[in-house]
DNA sequence: CGTTCTCTTGACTCATCTCAAATCTGGTGG
DNA sequence: CCACCAGATTTGAGATGAGTCAAGAGAACG
């Protein structure tokens, strides 16, 4: 279970920073991140507030400290998609193109190590650590896009809401450190309307399709934003994938 | 036509090479395209031939020269998605991890440009001309990935095959330095069942989106594998885009 | 303690899927 | 050149999962 929130101090040395081992700075050795450090500021964004604005210029792009954002991309008409979540130590912007293409959004309180583009992009240029770490993270990201359109074109509601309560719970256990075998507990950091932007439904849709696996005891409210496993396998059985994912000889 | 039939021949010289200038290796300078040289060896795959199975080992990556693949992910129960559309210059397998985790398909005769995993790995990790352009195709790989998501979760039926018609449509117009103002003609290099796949979508709603399409006269069938689009903007409005893409201020 | 926002639930509609059959196509062998 | 076959595509009829519209129940906030 997630604790009261931790009052961030400025990680003034970078060697202190909670992501240090898993951002875009993960390879970089010591002399490197002096000259991070020398360009770095810190934000931070209030829950629901927009931290860039698709099609506008991006003249600051970083790493979430703390936190959850969302990328959404909106058609004409206002049906939206979220096309990305950000989580603590992911990387906000597109070195090498001037604006985002799609709008990034805080959904709880989120704190991020921001570096001027192009004084980013000129330090990368010259740092092979900074671009084998942003290569990699970029296939990681590539790599869960594509796990994602299938949630999107062929699983059923139900389906696509066990695998979202699957991310999330994994990602919790890993964090806390809990076995993830035994009933565990998180919360969920996002609202309904984000979990339908994410599955690609409607609110209503997620409601009741929440509901239908509570009734089925699969899951247990706590409260509206935090849910017990009881048995994750069951729920992995919900997601639709492969139960023996990578067990396969 | 021309007389003597031309016969493809391996591309000896890198320089030579039709996607010298947009595939991985477009920033190498000659001395690294002798070293690129010496590693690779050509492989042509027949239309429906299995490229690559998703969870087995991948012992060569490397470049599309000609021909169009696709990546798609299948659940336990059949049901598949695609995730990927390689085309010329497009590059296949990841860097970093052994194993591919998709299917990769030829959709029509496919020519590869290949190396074995380790070598390129070792020759990437000491050019940076290549870890840079890697880069570079990722993030625009992502892009791509994202604006189907936006198409696979917010789309209706219509608008996906719109959608994708439009793609094709530019594409080609791109390849044959057509404008694409009036009326033009492409070939559909997708069956009916990979065009589903693509768009999360089934055979039968595909063929009847394509049938209301034409009686519409947005398209017209030349025959089932080409199609004429009398006027270009006409099919844009039908994708749900926003048809002033980038013209906003 | 209203006000407002989020979430849940119900009743009905509709887009897309499923199942089934007809038609078209290209390729093969006679 | 034609008959035939297998696969691809189209079309129809009916089922159904998810969307829409509407109302009510909680929670959060000042």
Redesign the interface.
């Known amino acids: 279970m997630l604790q009261a929130p931790v009052i961030m101090q400025d990680h003034e040395r970078c060697a202190d920073c909670p992501i240090r081992h898993r951002a875009v700075c993960a390879y970089c050795e010591p002399p490197e991140l002096v000259k991070l450090d020398a360009i770095k500021s810190y934000k931070t964004y209030k829950a629901g507030e927009t931290i860039a604005w698709a099609?506008e210029p991006m003249d600051v792009i970083g790493s979430v400290v703390s936190g959850v954002a969302t990328?959404s991309?909106t058609?004409?008409?206002g049906?939206?998609?979220m096309?990305?979540l950000l989580l603590p130590s992911d990387f906000i912007g597109?070195?090498?193109?001037p604006t985002v293409?799609?709008d990034v959004v805080a959904a709880n309180e989120v704190r991020i190590c921001r570096f001027k583009t192009s004084e980013f992009e000129a330090l990368v240029s010259k740092t092979?650590a900074l671009?084998?770490r942003?290569?990699?993270m970029?296939?990681d990201?590539?790599?869960a896009?594509?796990?994602?359109?299938?949630l999107?074109?062929?699983?059923t509601a139900r389906e696509k809401i066990a695998s979202l309560l699957a991310i999330l719970a994994r990602r919790d256990a890993n964090l806390t450190q809990q076995t993830v075998a035994d009933g565990l507990i998180f919360s969920l950091p996002l609202t309904r309307e984000a979990m339908a932007d994410y599955?690609?439904l409607t609110i209503e849709t997620v409601s009741r399709q929440i509901s239908a696996l509570k009734k089925a005891g699969v899951i247990v409210l706590e409260d509206s934003r935090h849910i017990r496993v009881p048995d994750f396998v069951a729920l992995l059985d919900e997601s639709?994938?492969?139960?023996d994912g990578g067990m396969?000889s």
Request: net charge positive.
């Open positions: 099609g990328l991309r058609l004409a008409d049906r939206r998609q096309v990305g597109r070195p090498g193109r293409s799609f092979p671009e084998r942003l290569l990699e970029t296939l990201d590539l790599d896009a594509r796990d994602w359109m299938l999107l074109g062929r699983k599955l690609g639709g994938d492969d139960s396969v």
